[in-house]
C-alpha cells in the first residue's frame, strides 16, 4: 500500500548507468497526436537541404568562414573503440589552431552498446563573430537529437536578422523554435524524441564589439578563464568563473517549476535527483527519469513532467585588464572558455580544468582540449572502477589573440626566465597539473596509449585502470 505524496514506484537504474543522464532509457512509442503542417515540411525539408555555411554566406559582413561540427557516426557502436574521436567535419577557410586558438575533442564513453551522444559546433562568421556549441545527447535516441540541435540551432540563429543587435532575443528565439521543430521531426517520425534528448549549451562571441552571450540548458558547463595581473615575481594568477549554472532538479527554484508544472522529483538511491511525471505510461512505469531539469528534447517529459527547453541566458564585455563600465577590472583579463559536456564535469572541478588548459599555450589549443578529455577520461575509470565511463566534449576557446612574449611557451615550456615549469614527477604543491614536457621530451599524443604512459611519467593523476581502459 502506498500513500498520497509518496515516492513513485521505480524501476531499478542498471548498475552502470546511475551515473548517467536517464535511469530509463526505453522508449514507449507514444506521441501526443498532433499534425504536421505543409509549412512546417517545408521549412524541416529546406534547414536538411541547405548547409549552415549558406546562412552565412547570406550574412552581408561575412568574410573568412568557416565550420567545424561532429557527425554522427554510422559504425556499429560495439566495433568501435572507447575513447575513439567521433567523425568531424570541416567546411569553408581552411582552420588553423595555431592561429585561432581555437581546440576540441569528441571521445566515444566506455558504453559498448551505444553510439557517442555528444555533439558540437564551432563557427566562425567573417571576422565579426564566433559561435560555439556543445550538445549531450541522452536517451536512445540521444545522438540524433544532439544531432539534430548541431545541425539546425546556428541555421535558425543566422535567420534572424537582430542575431547581433538584440543576441538574447535572438538565441531564446531560436531555443524555443529548434524545440518546435524536434517536435514536428519527431512527429515526421525522421527523429525519436519522445523519451531522449540533450543538453544545449552555446556562445555567441561578438568579436568586433568585444562581448560574449551564453545560453544554455542542461548541465554542459560554460567556464571562464581569467588572467590576473602579474605579482611581485611576474606570475600571472589564473581565476575561473562559471558562466553557466548546471540545471538540476533538486534546487529549488526548478524544484518549484517542476512540481507547478505536474512533475515530481526524487532521489534515486546513488547520486542524482531525476524527474519523473506523476502519471505512469501505459506500461506503467514512471517515465522520464531525467537527472536534469531543462533540456532540448525529451517530449513527453516536457509536456508531462516540467522538463524545460527555455534557456539561461547572459552577457558581459569580454575583459582585456582595462577599466569597463565604472567597474575596476584593471588587471583581469577574459583568457577563455570551455564548453564541456559532463563526461567532463562529473569528475573534474571547473578550476581544475582551467588549470589543466592555462598549462598550454594559444596555439596548442587543440592539445590543451585532447588533455583535459584524456584526464577526464581515467578520473571516470577511477571512480568508476573501469566499468562505465560517459562521453565527453571539451571545447577550448581563447578569446583574446597569442599570447604576449613574456607568457608564451614552447611545448610546454615557459620562455620568461621568471617562471619556472613544475617537475614532471609530482602534482604541483597546490593541487594544479604539471606543464606538459620541455622541448627535447615529446608528449607523444597520437594516440590514447601513449597519453596514458605519458601522464604516467607525471604522476599523480593516472590509474592502471585507466591506462588499460584506453590501451
Keep these: 500500500m502506498g500513500c498520497s505524496g509518496g515516492k513513485p514506484k521505480q524501476d531499478p537504474i542498471p548498475k552502470l548507468r546511475r551515473g548517467l543522464t536517464l535511469g530509463n532509457v526505453e522508449s514507449s512509442g507514444e506521441a501526443a497526436p498532433e499534425e504536421v503542417s505543409e509549412e512546417d515540411r517545408a521549412m524541416l525539408v529546406q534547414l536538411t537541404d541547405q548547409d549552415v555555411l549558406d546562412y552565412i ?45 581555437i581546440g576540441y575533442a569528441c571521445k566515444k564513453g566506455l558504453k559498448p552498446e551505444a553510439p557517442n551522444q555528444d555533439s558540437f559546433l564551432i563557427l566562425q562568421v567573417g571576422e565579426h563573430c ?38 538574447a532575443s535572438a538565441m531564446q528565439k531560436t531555443f524555443h523554435k529548434t524545440q518546435y521543430l524536434i517536435e514536428k521531426a519527431t512527429r515526421l517520425g525522421s527523429i525519436d524524441a519522445n523519451r531522449s534528448g540533450s543538453t544545449a549549451s552555446v556562445a555567441l562571441h561578438d568579436v568586433k564589439n568585444n562581448l560574449l552571450h551564453v545560453a544554455h540548458v542542461g548541465d554542459s558547463r560554460v567556464v571562464l578563464a581569467q588572467e590576473m595581473s602579474k605579482d611581485e615575481n611576474g606570475n600571472c594568477g589564473i581565476k575561473t568563473l562559471d558562466l553557466s549554472v548546471d540545471h538540476k532538479p533538486d534546487q529549488p527554484e526548478e524544484r518549484k517549476r517542476i512540481e507547478k508544472a505536474g512533475g515530481i522529483v526524487v532521489f534515486d538511491g546513488a547520486w542524482n535527483h531525476r524527474v519523473y511525471a506523476k502519471k505512469k505510461d501505459k506500461t506503467g512505469r514512471s517515465y522520464p527519469g531525467l537527472n536534469m531539469s531543462r533540456a532540448m528534447g525529451d517530449l513527453q517529459g516536457y509536456h ?37 559536456s559532463d563526461g567532463v564535469w562529473e569528475f573534474v572541478s571547473s578550476s581544475t580544468a582551467v588549470q589543466i588548459v592555462n598549462s598550454f599555450p594559444f596555439g596548442e589549443a587543440q592539445k590543451a582540449a585532447e588533455q583535459l578529455a584524456a584526464i577526464a577520461w581515467d578520473h571516470w575509470v577511477d571512480e568508476m572502477n573501469g566499468e562505465v565511463v560517459d562521453d565527453i566534449t571539451a571545447l577550448v576557446v581563447h578569446l583574446k589573440g597569442r599570447d ?50 605519458w601522464r604516467a611519467s607525471c604522476g599523480g593523476w593516472h590509474s592502471e585502470n585507466a591506462q588499460n581502459a584506453r590501451a
Design 404 to 453: 604576449p612574449p613574456e607568457q608564451a611557451t614552447t611545448n610546454g615550456k615557459a620562455t620568461d626566465p621568471e617562471q619556472t615549469p613544475p617537475k614532471r614527477n609530482s602534482v604541483n604543491s597546490n593541487g594544479s597539473y604539471p606543464l606538459p614536457p620541455p622541448d627535447n621530451e615529446e608528449p607523444l599524443m597520437d594516440t590514447p596509449s601513449h597519453q596514458a604512459a
Design 130 to 167: 564566433r559561435l560555439y556549441g556543445v550538445f549531450d545527447g541522452h536517451g536512445r535516441k540521444g545522438h540524433d537529437v544532439s544531432n539534430f540541435i548541431k545541425d539546425n540551432f546556428p541555421k535558425i540563429l543566422f535567420s534572424q536578422e537582430n542575431y547581433m543587435t538584440d543576441p
Design 304 to 340: 508531462d513532467a516540467g522538463i524545460s527547453a527555455t534557456p539561461d541566458i547572459s552577457s558581459r564585455k569580454i575583459l582585456d585588464g582595462t577599466q569597463v563600465s565604472g567597474e575596476d577590472s584593471s588587471g583581469i583579463s577574459d583568457k577563455f572558455i570551455l564548453l564541456c
Design 57 to 101: 554566406e547570406a550574412d552581408k559582413n561575412a568574410g573568412r568562414k568557416f565550420s567545424i561540427g561532429s557527425e554522427t557516426d554510422e559504425r556499429d557502436p560495439a566495433k568501435m573503440a572507447s575513447f575513439a574521436n567521433k567523425t568531424i567535419r570541416l567546411q569553408g577557410t581552411p582552420y588553423e589552431v595555431e592561429k585561432t586558438g
